[in-house]
C-alpha cells in the first residue's frame, strides 16, 4: 500500500503542468509556422529575379540586445528559485527594458530599409519580393515578441506584488521558457537572413 503511493507521488511529479504543456504546443506550432515561411523564402529566391541587398546593421544590433535579454531573464528565473526577489525585479525589469530597446531597433531596421528604397510589395513576382519576406518574419517574430513583452510586464507586476519564489515558479518558468524561445527565434532569422540572402 505503502509503495503503491509512493508510486504514485512519483507520477504526480513527473506529470507536465497543463499551462506549460500548452505553450510548448504553442511553441511548436510557431516553430512550423516560421519553418513554412522560411521554406518559401528559398522556394522563391530559387526561382530568380531576387534583389540582393545589405541588411540593416540595426538588425544586428537587436541580435546581441535579444542575446542579452535572455541572460537577464535567466538571472531572473535562477533569483526567483533562490527566493532573491530583489534580484528577480532588478532581472525581470532589465529584460523588459532590453526588450523594448529591440522593438525599437528594429523599427530602425525598417526604417533603414526604406531608406534604401525597399518596401513590402504585395507583388510575389517582382524583384524587391526580398525585401517583403524581411519585412514580413521581421514583423511576424516581432508581434510574437510583443507577446512575451506582456508577458513581462504581468511578471513584473508578480514581483512588487510578492507573488514570485521558490514555491511559486510555474507563470515565471513560462515566461523564461517562452522568452528564450523568441530570442533563439531571432538568432535563427538573422542568421537565415544573413546566409540566405
Not at 528565473?77 to 526577489?85: L, P, Q, V
Not at 525581470?92 to 528604397?117: E, H, P
Not at 513576382?125 to 515578441?145: N, Q, R
Not at 515566461?175 to 535563427?188: D, M, P, Q
Request: a positive charge; proline letters at 1%; aromatic letters at 18%.
Amino acid at each position: 500500500m505503502i509503495a503503491a503511493k509512493e508510486r504514485e507521488y512519483e507520477f504526480d511529479t513527473k506529470r507536465v503542468n497543463p499551462k506549460m504543456f500548452a505553450m510548448w504546443l504553442l511553441i511548436v506550432a510557431i516553430v512550423m509556422l516560421f519553418a513554412g515561411l522560411t521554406s518559401a523564402y528559398i522556394v522563391r529566391m530559387g526561382e530568380g529575379n531576387w534583389y540582393k541587398f545589405d541588411l540593416p546593421i540595426q538588425f544586428l544590433y537587436s541580435t546581441i540586445v535579444i542575446i542579452g535579454s535572455s541572460f537577464t531573464m535567466w538571472w531572473a528565473y535562477r533569483s526567483a528559485k533562490n527566493d532573491e526577489i530583489n534580484q528577480v525585479k532588478i532581472g525581470l525589469i532589465t529584460t523588459f527594458i532590453l526588450a523594448l530597446g529591440f522593438c525599437y531597433l528594429q523599427f530602425l531596421g525598417w526604417k533603414s530599409m526604406n531608406a534604401m528604397d525597399l518596401f513590402f510589395a504585395d507583388d510575389i513576382h517582382g524583384d524587391k519580393v526580398s525585401a517583403s519576406f524581411i519585412y514580413a518574419l521581421s514583423g511576424l517574430h516581432l508581434a510574437h515578441m510583443l507577446g512575451g513583452v506582456l508577458f513581462l510586464f504581468i511578471q513584473i507586476v508578480r514581483a512588487f506584488r510578492h507573488r514570485i519564489h521558490k514555491k511559486n515558479l510555474l507563470s515565471t518558468n513560462m515566461c523564461n521558457t517562452y522568452w528564450h524561445f523568441v530570442g533563439i527565434l531571432w538568432v535563427y532569422l538573422f542568421l537565415f537572413f544573413y546566409f540566405a540572402h
